[in-house]
């Protein structure tokens, strides 16, 4: 089942602790609410998106130019039966070196073909991660 969690990839020419920084600085590459603090190991914060989309989000691993991991506490996504699909999901952030660049490898471990969000979810983070993400870390805004 893990290999069917919702995955991508990109490389940039940024220094692994400069993704990680990015990464970390959600308010610049996510549009919608964000309160609370995203950079420090053990804090909650929560994103909301107009009335469609409100989470928080437990950093649970933080290790410097390596890896993020966000732990989903709390979900409301108002488009699906289920609207709690993604409590208790990971959003993981691998951070790694390969042929002289950088490459962030991006999963949301429970974010799964089987549930109703998976698209529509899939379809976000796609945009999120590979575009709004990756052209912050290249040139600070997204």
């Known amino acids: ?3 069917q969690n919702y995955t991508t990839a990109f490389k940039v020419d940024q220094a692994p602790e400069e993704v ?3 990464i970390n600085n959600v308010r610049g590459w996510w549009t919608g609410a964000i309160e609370g603090s995203t950079d420090e190991l053990g804090a909650e914060f929560t994103y909301q998106y107009e009335n469609l989309h409100k989470s928080t989000q437990k950093i649970t691993e933080l ?3 390596k890896k993020v991991v966000w732990h989903v506490t709390e979900a409301e996504i108002n488009f699906v039966e ?3 699909e993604w409590k208790g999901t990971d959003i993981v952030f691998d951070i790694a070196e390969k042929d002289g660049k950088t490459e962030v490898r991006f999963t949301h471990v429970g974010l799964v073909p089987a ?3 998976y698209d529509s979810c899939s379809d976000a983070w796609g945009y999120y991660v590979k575009s709004s993400l990756r052209e912050f870390i290249a040139n600070g805004k997204a």
Do not use: N, T, Y
């Open 1 to 3: 089942m893990s290999g």
């Open 20 to 22: 990680f920084d990015a």
């Open 63 to 65: 290790v410097p130019g």
């Open 82 to 84: 289920d609207k709690s």
């Open 115 to 117: 549930i109703e969000c």
